[in-house]
T-cell receptor
Framework: QKEVEQDPGPLSVPEGAIVSLNCTYS??????FMWYRQYSRKGPELLMY????GNKEDGRFTAQVDKSSKYISLFIRDSQPSDSATYLC????????????FGPGTRLSVLP | EPEVTQTPSHQVTQMGQEVILRCVPI?????FYWYRQILGQKVEFLVS????????KSEIFDDQFSVERPDGSNFTLKIRSTKLEDSAMYFC?????????????FGPGTRLTVT
């Protein structure tokens, strides 16, 4: 079983749609959860981070963590063509973020 | 806005040759990282560096890899004898020293092609 799994997509949605991106993981010791956005041939850019279970909202983005199910989600409201990118979840055991474990990424296309 | 920079953007080398990938982290950051991403695969942690020493490394980071902070601004990754399977994007990242603040800022990457 892979440590972190993500639906690779590609996921295509019309502009304005609500997008749901998900990751599952196997290591119950993960405490910190991040979502990164990666445009083609660019480095990952941090979107959201959360600690333990719960929700966190930032503008059009909402991150959810359910540690009991080992499941995290990123919701994007009112999606825009500029949201088209690969979305990576990442998680860490400690609060120093020394060793991030990334998911394989979900490629999202938002069609105008 | 300050950013992590990496050079070169693309490096082509022959198998068995040594390469040095260079990174300039954000100036007031004290934690530095290297990751790699083989084409079509996930981003993988290689090594973290703090206070002039390696603080953690992955199984990928074997004896052919080394890191150095030769001066106050550069952070380098050296691969001593490249193999075909080292072909990948290599990302440098840095983080401030604030405890509990774990946002890592990534550079644009260096594409390494080993022929």
């Amino acid at each position: 079983q892979k440590e972190v799994e993500q639906d690779p997509g590609p996921l295509s949605v019309p502009e304005g749609a609500i997008v749901s991106l998900n990751c599952t993981y196997s290591n119950s010791a993960f405490q910190y959860f991040m979502w990164y956005r990666q445009y083609s041939r660019k480095g990952p850019e941090l979107l959201m981070y959360t600690y333990s279970s719960g929700n966190k909202e930032d503008g059009r983005f909402t991150a959810q963590v359910d540690k009991s199910s080992k499941y995290i989600s990123l919701f994007i409201r009112d999606s825009q063509p500029s949201d088209s990118a690969t979305y990576l979840c990442a998680m860490s055991l400690d609060n120093y973020g020394q060793n991030f474990v990334f998911g394989p990424g979900t490629r999202l296309s938002v069609l105008p | 806005e300050p950013e992590v920079t990496q050079t070169p953007s693309h490096q082509v080398t022959q198998m068995g040759q040594e390469v040095i990938l260079r990174c300039v982290p954000i100036s007031n950051h004290l934690y530095f990282y290297w990751y790699r991403q083989i084409l079509g695969q996930k981003v993988e942690f290689l090594v973290s560096f703090y206070n002039n020493e390696i603080s953690e490394k992955s199984e990928i980071f074997d004896d052919q890899f080394s890191v150095e902070r030769p001066d106050g601004s550069n952070f380098t990754l050296k691969i001593r004898s490249t193999k075909l399977e080292d072909s990948a994007m290599y990302f440098c990242a840095s983080r401030p020293s604030i405890q509990g603040y774990y946002e890592q800022y990534f550079g644009p990457g260096t594409r390494l092609t080993v022929t």
